[in-house]
């Protein structure tokens, strides 16, 4: 991978090239990954090869002092070379002024996204009992962790 840039309408094709590989069964539609990068408060970053080919993305939402993150993916022949972490970490220094939490939202049984969100500092916050059609439940995760009330 060599750099991290803004998404723009000419990513749209590969991005839902991308989603259908890491999400077989339920991505998104065409449709709403253009309204993902087009709606107010969108932030939509990409990691580029050298040749400008995407090698991972991710998906979010800035309203106020809420940073909500919508999906994160990378090429499957990109995985586990630090792709995420690093568009992870770009995008919360990006957003590092005012922001007062992100927020995200992954099924329970994806341990490779749950790894990388916990080794960020995200925390689990809550958790939604057969939230997905496969019957899994939702983790909801918060960067920083809330502060203790003890
Ligand atoms: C989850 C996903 C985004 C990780 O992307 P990635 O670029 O491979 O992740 P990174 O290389 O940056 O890994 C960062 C850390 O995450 C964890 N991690 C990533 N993949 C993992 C795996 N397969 N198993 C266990 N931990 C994993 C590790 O802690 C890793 O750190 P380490 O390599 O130093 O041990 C990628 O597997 C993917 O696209 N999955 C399908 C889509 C998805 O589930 N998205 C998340 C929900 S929106």
Known sequence: MERIREAGEGDLEPLAGLVAQ?????????R???AALTVPGARARVAVDAADRLCGFVLARRVADLLEIDLVGVAV???RRGVAR???VALLAEEA?????????????NAPARALYEGLGFVVVGRRSRYYPGGDDALLLSWPAPASTT
């Open 86 to 88: 690093r568009l992870l």
């Open 97 to 109: 002024s005012g922001l007062g939490e992100a927020r995200l939202e992954l099924a329970a049984g």
């Open 32 to 34: 709403s990954l253009a």
């Open 77 to 79: 022949a990109w995985r």
């Open 22 to 30: 890491a999400w077989p069964e339920d991505g998104w539609s065409r």
